[in-house]
């Protein structure tokens, strides 16, 4: 469903299809949206860049619009916005791409060694993982390659991307969004209206349909299965003769 559709059938259901109304609650819809897009990091919600890299050189700016090699949306067309870094892989120039290394902290690093962020021949290498590092003052996400890069590359980058409101024409890319959203903007309107019970009813039901999207997002292909063995903690007088 578009906004416009979204808007037009909550208002119509709450008998409420004044054009006030229905700018409120577009507004409505496009914050919730926003909320639920911030609230995990959705398969929809990510874009892959590329950005050239110098030897010896460890903070890489991902410049805007990025080099963009995938996005899941017309809806970014107009250029990628990275909100922050999930995961990123250094290769070498004249090698090819890896799969992407998780992401860590600074907690992590400096539990191991400190010293492994200064700049020193020691201590360039082939960078096995990075640190996310302030924004530039242009608001571009920035990360630190750890070890720093003995020689020139390219660093393939997974990123949250940054969300922009729907127009009226525009629906939502998360899969079955449009159920939470739709109850979310009830209750909106209920609190518009000050009708605070009939409000909490509709954000208990737009909770459920979150937790749906989790389970389908947790069930999609691109999630990874792993098999847990069970052991059985029973011991038998022959198992220690």
């Not at 050189?57 to 410049?63: K, T």
């Not at 991307?161 to 009830?186: C, H, K, Q, S, Y």
Request: proline share 5%; charged share 20%.
């Amino acid at each position: 469903m578009t906004l416009s559709e979204m808007a037009d059938f909550v208002c119509s259901k709450m008998m409420d299809t004044d054009a006030a109304s229905v700018i409120t609650c577009k507004s409505f819809i496009n914050r919730r949206y926003r909320m639920i897009w911030d609230s995990a990091i959705w398969n929809e919600t990510l874009g892959a860049v590329s950005q050239p890299v110098l030897a010896n050189v460890s903070e890489v700016l991902f410049q805007q619009p990025p080099q963009t090699f995938f996005y899941p949306s017309p809806l970014y067309n107009s250029g990628t916005f990275l909100d922050f870094i999930v995961a990123a892989k250094f290769v070498p120039t004249g090698e090819e791409a890896g799969s992407e290394i998780i992401n860590s902290d600074w907690f992590t690093f400096f539990q191991t060694s400190p010293g492994i962020f200064e700049n020193t021949v020691t201590n360039r290498g082939r960078p096995s993982n990075f640190v996310s590092i302030p924004k530039s003052q242009g608001g571009l996400c920035r990360i630190k390659l750890v070890p720093v890069p003995s020689t020139a590359g390219v660093v393939f980058a997974i990123g949250k991307l940054l969300l922009a409101d729907l127009g009226d024409t525009e629906a939502p890319v998360l899969r079955g969004i449009d159920n939470a959203l739709l109850a979310f903007a009830e209750g909106d309107m209920y609190e518009r209206s000050r009708q605070f019970s009939k409000a909490q009813v509709k954000f208990t039901e737009a909770a459920a349909h979150i937790q749906i999207m989790k389970d389908i997002e947790k069930g999609q292909q691109q999630s990874i299965t792993r098999i847990i063995p069970q052991s059985n903690d029973e011991y038998r007088i022959s198992d220690i003769i």
